[in-house]
């Protein structure tokens, strides 16, 4: 009986009723003369049993197929199991398609009951249709079961459990999103047209541009660690027409007076209140999402990463290698490295946090007692020193966010102790070091560090008392008497109250984190950096063999080649960032309608400097490590036929000094004739364009001059057969 009862329940929750299909905007269309039919299922079953002596249609793969054709669809499609199959004419030839313009699109529902076979084993019937026919049919099929739309890939081998949507207009959008994103070679060769047909008519139906956000949301896909309230989904309302596409997507009843925001994940409205357990769900669990709504992220070293503790419970004693395989791909970026930070170990109750800035060649990594006083740091130094390379939108949400987590009301940003102080505004003494300290301390401290420690209020570090004293003169700080200096401790009273001001705090204004985060001088910062790190990768492909060292002569890590990469990306991102930095020094700040095309130049030329001093550095780097091949090694025949006209100059100089002469080929001796000196000197300033055959006619009458005799070991024969041997 109890079974009974779930089996009926599982029926009616799955049948299609009319109020659903023009709740969802579809149509039923005819799948064999796509005319439109009606909602009653009388018309359905008529209009299907008018084509009765025309086609049959195949209860495996809910196809129609003429009558005369049953025979090569068996042997085409079912080869194995084509005893099994039937055939038959009823309802199920009525599709829910989707109108796009003045046709149809390639996206379409099945109107069948829940007892059919065919929704038993959807997506193998679906990935059958794509095996063979290769259309744009088998890929926008999809299942409609109680006002829910489910689609699944039929390209995909794995299989991924179907995603839900409430509406088509997401559907089709995280549709055509996915396909273009993983199987964009395979649509351009089977369907070259899909795409642009879909997303043509998907942005016109929807008036918003819906692709830009479909590729903002691939983008956020691929980064971990990151808020699930202000990074991995948005205000819609807050986009350009995005209230109008907001009203198109808001099917749900209850939900008008709800803030609700979209995932960029999975496609689909959420409610602020619920948005932690959406983020909890298996389908989202491998994002990690965190409430910070900031880009500082967390660096694990290889025993604390959790993605590779996963992979080596999943693989035992694969641990070690998975992660040192995706350390070799992983690259040197530019501007994540700039807000990449690590929690070291100092006691069993408390950590630290430690931040280095990339771009400062000489700076040494600072440590900080809690995330948040490393973050105002790090913002601080960021803005007095690199404010050029981001946008302001980006540096005040990264401010605000600060002030949101710690429900500050006073601008953490734009305060200095100059302003105000624990005994009023206007009341900063220079020779007090008790007025150099951030006021609001008690509130940024753990209680275990507030009696040890203290906060500058210019550049939000925290000291111990005694290097605290030693850091204010950087501030201004200076004795004007003798009385000893010491410092208050830390308290919490009305005065810091007001200051902090958590009372007055608001939520309103944080929204979306910025699309733009890097301004034209960071954007062009990024790109010289990826130009380098390619020149980079292709010399190291070409050179492995000189510059990558053995496994048996590797000590440590400093010289892996993912650590050697690391380093050289590092060098070449200073030594741009000190061009860049000098351009804006020498950057004019009033501009002008004759200054417009000059300064165009000047970036062109700028551009063209940079380019050369790269390739000076890399013709150097070149040419240091060719000359350290020439070194020979012991017991190694020297070929001297092979060599290039700079080598022989190099091997013959070195012989010369092992012997105890000094050898200078533009020297001539005193019973040289005037003709042969002046035939030496023109020879010695062609080296490079001469022919290895003359340079080794130069080196045996040179020798011979010097009285030089060569031992057979390092003798060999010429290519030339009028050539003896050196």
């Avoid at 409205?269 to 932690?276: D, G, Y």
């Avoid at 004019?588 to 700028?606: G, H, I, M």
Wanted: aromatic letters at 10%; charged letters at 30%.
């Amino acid at each position: 009986m109890v079974s009974a009862k779930t089996r009926k329940n599982r029926t009616n929750s799955t049948s299609i009723d009319s109020e659903c299909v023009k709740k969802l905007n579809l149509l039923y269309i005819c799948g064999y003369c796509s005319k439109i039919i009606g909602d009653g299922k009388e018309f359905q079953q008529e209009h299907a049993q008018s084509h009765e002596n025309e086609i049959t249609q195949c209860r495996t793969c809910i196809l129609p197929i003429k009558l005369n054709e049953k025979k090569s669809h068996l042997k085409k499609i079912h080869r194995c199991n084509y005893r099994l199959i039937k055939f038959s004419l009823d309802k199920s030839l009525i599709e829910l398609r989707i109108a796009a313009g003045k046709s149809f699109s390639n996206f379409w529902g099945l109107s069948l009951s829940s007892s059919d076979r065919a929704l038993q084993h959807f997506r193998s019937v679906s990935t059958r249709w794509w095996n063979n026919f290769k259309n744009g049919r088998s890929i926008g099929c999809f299942r409609v079961i109680k006002s829910k739309i489910f689609w699944s890939c039929s390209i995909c081998i794995d299989t991924k459990p179907a995603t839900c949507f409430d509406e088509t207009l997401s559907m089709r959008a995280y549709t055509l999103s996915h396909l273009e994103r993983f199987h964009l070679d395979e649509l351009m060769v089977n369907i070259p047209g899909f795409l642009e047909f879909e997303w043509f008519h998907l942005q016109e139906e929807a008036d918003f541009d819906i692709r830009s956000l479909m590729e903002l949301a691939a983008q956020r896909s691929q980064i971990r660690c990151r808020s699930y309230r202000t990074f991995y989904t948005i205000n819609l309302g807050l986009l350009e027409s995005g209230d109008s596409f907001l009203r198109k997507i808001h099917k749900k009843d209850g939900w008008e007076n709800k803030e609700v925001r979209y995932c960029l994940i999975c496609c689909c409205l959420i409610p602020l209140e619920s948005i932690r357990n959406h983020f909890g769900s298996s389908s989202h669990k491998h994002l990690e999402a965190v409430a910070e709504s900031t880009s500082f992220l967390r660096v694990y070293k290889k025993s604390e990463d959790p993605s590779c503790l996963v992979e080596g419970a999943n693989n035992e004693g694969n641990e070690v290698e998975t992660c040192s395989v995706e350390e070799e791909i992983e690259q040197f970026e530019f501007p994540r490295e700039l807000f990449l930070y690590e929690i070291v170990f100092k006691n069993q109750r408390q950590d630290e946090f430690k931040w280095r800035c990339c771009l400062c060649p000489r700076a040494h990594a600072q440590t900080f007692a809690t995330q948040i006083i490393m973050r105002m740091y790090a913002l601080r130094h960021i803005d007095e020193h690199h404010k050029f390379l981001f946008t302001e939108e980006f540096l005040a949400f990264e401010w605000f966010s600060v002030q949101h987590e710690m429900r500050a009301s006073f601008d953490i940003r734009m305060f200095t102790p100059q302003q105000y102080t624990e005994k009023g505004e206007g009341t900063f003494n220079i020779g007090d070091p008790n007025d150099f300290v951030l006021p609001q301390q008690y509130y940024f401290l753990p209680k275990g560090l507030s009696n040890t420690n203290v906060i500058c209020g210019f550049c939000y570090r925290s000291f111990n008392r005694r290097d605290f004293l030693l850091h204010i003169p950087i501030h201004g700080f200076g004795i004007l008497d003798r009385e000893p200096c010491e410092l208050r401790p830390v308290v919490l009273n009305q005065a810091v109250r007001e200051l902090m001001g958590q009372h007055n705090y608001s939520d309103d204004g944080l929204e979306d984190e910025p699309i733009n985060v890097l301004s034209v001088d960071g954007k062009r910062l990024k790109s010289k950096m990826q130009l380098a790190n390619q020149r980079t990768n292709q010399w190291n492909s070409q050179f492995s063999e000189f510059t990558t060292p053995m496994r048996s002569e590797t000590e440590g890590e400093m010289n892996t080649p993912r650590r050697k990469s690391a380093m050289d990306a590092k060098k070449l991102l200073t030594e741009t960032f000190k061009i860049l930095q000098e351009n804006a020094r020498n950057r004019v700040e009033t501009w002008n309608e004759s200054s417009c095309s000059s300064s165009s130049d000047e970036d062109n030329s700028e551009d063209e400097r940079f380019e050369k001093e790269l390739s000076l550095i890399d013709r150097k780097t070149l040419r240091t490590d060719r000359i350290e091949t020439i070194q020979p090694k012991e017991n190694q025949k020297i070929e001297v036929s092979r060599m290039k006209p700079t080598e022989l100059r190099l091997w013959v100089q070195r012989e010369a000094e092992k012997r105890g002469l000094t050898w200078n080929t533009s020297d001539s001796t005193s019973s040289d004739s005037e003709d042969e000196i002046i035939e030496n000197k023109r020879v010695s300033n062609k080296w490079s364009t001469m022919k290895p055959g003359k340079i080794k006619e130069i080196i045996r009458n040179a020798a011979k001059k010097r009285r030089i005799e060569f031992t057979n070991g390092t003798s060999s024969s010429s290519s030339d057969s009028g050539d003896n041997d050196i």
